[in-house]
């Protein structure tokens, strides 16, 4: 977890160096205030956690906490960098989830090629009489369906209710 802690104090110090970086000071200096408990916590546990009497419960205290801390930290410093809000934050991860979960963001549109023109609607006249729709037979061939194997008479018997 050391490296993440030094992933976040050069990314600070980048943003010493170049101050227009930072779009929101508040968040920047939570960050950096969250740094330095992180470096606390980490040279507490050194200091009770390694020796004969040395306590594993604070050293997991510790750990955990560093943890949370580091995830607080690069939150807060994604935030002030990039001038947005928790909520913000929160309302473009509800709609990645959502996109995540359905798909595409918006239905695909076809655009014909250029210079090609969509084939026209057949739409009925206008105030004439229309005629009824001509009702159309479709005779299927004898033995439809699978074929039967050689030799067997087609089944034609109902389905046994036993």
């Known amino acids: 977890m050391e490296g993440v802690t030094t992933a976040i104090v050069l990314f600070i110090f980048a943003c010493v160096l170049y101050p227009a970086i930072v779009k ?22 050194y200091m009770f956690g390694f020796g004969k009497d040395g ?20 939150l807060l410093l994604f ?3 990039g001038g947005v809000s928790l909520r913000d ?17 918006e239905k695909t549109v076809i655009v014909p090629l250029s210079g090609e023109m969509p084939k026209p609607r057949q739409q009925p006249p206008m105030g004439g009489p229309t005629e009824p729709p001509v009702a159309e037979r479709i005779d299927a061939p004898s033995g439809p369906g ?3 194997k050689k030799g067997e008479p087609p089944d034609r018997s109902s389905i046994p209710l036993e």
């Open 89 to 105: 934050i929160g309302s473009e991860m509800g709609k990645v989830i959502e996109v995540i979960r359905r798909g595409e963001e």
């Open 146 to 148: 699978w074929p039967q």
């Open 79 to 81: 935030m002030s960098c």
């Open 24 to 45: 929101n000071k508040t968040q920047f200096y939570a960050a950096f205030i969250a740094l330095l408990v992180i470096i606390l916590l980490h040279s507490m546990s």
């Open 55 to 74: 306590s594993a419960g604070f050293q997991v205290f510790a750990g955990a906490t560093t943890g949370l801390l580091q995830l607080a930290a690069i």
